[in-house]
């Protein structure tokens, strides 16, 4: 069984920065050979993409709405994905999931691609 386990989210005052972290493990679950992704839902609406890593490190895309303040990065011997998020503003609060999929980058930002979701942690930004 595959577990995703999301954690470091709180409240944060706008302007200011949290990390996140996804640690992944399961039996036959190989995190250096999966794309990882980061999603977020806001109350009442549809979970949206956030960023997505490739396997290896090498290539990575973000939603334009956090592109230039949030940077996902991982390590594959910890078997943990990070999202940075800076300069965070008050419609950056939601609860932010992050997710698995095979290793391909073809429609990366459909939440429909992937395959394994954490629990999510919540983020809050005061203004």
């Known amino acids: 069984q595959v577990q995703l386990a999301e954690s470091g989210g709180g409240l944060v005052q706008a302007g200011g920065s949290l990390r996140l972290s996804c640690a992944a493990s399961g039996r036959h679950f190989t995190f250096s050979s999966r794309n990882m992704g980061w999603f977020r839902q806001a109350p009442g609406k549809e979970r949206e993409f956030v960023a997505v890593?490739?396997?290896?490190?090498?290539?990575?895309y973000y939603a334009d709405s956090v592109k230039g303040r949030f940077t996902i990065s991982r390590d594959n011997a910890k078997n943990t994905v990070y999202l940075q998020m800076n300069r965070l503003k008050p419609e950056d609060t939601a609860v932010y999931y992050c997710?698995?999929?095979?290793?391909?980058?073809?429609?990366?930002?459909?939440?429909?691609?992937?395959?394994?979701w954490g629990q999510g942690t919540q983020v809050t930004v005061s203004s």
């Open positions: 890593i490739r396997w290896s490190g090498g290539t990575t």
């Open positions: 997710a698995a999929r095979a290793p391909s980058m073809l429609e990366y930002s459909n939440k429909d691609n992937y395959n394994y």
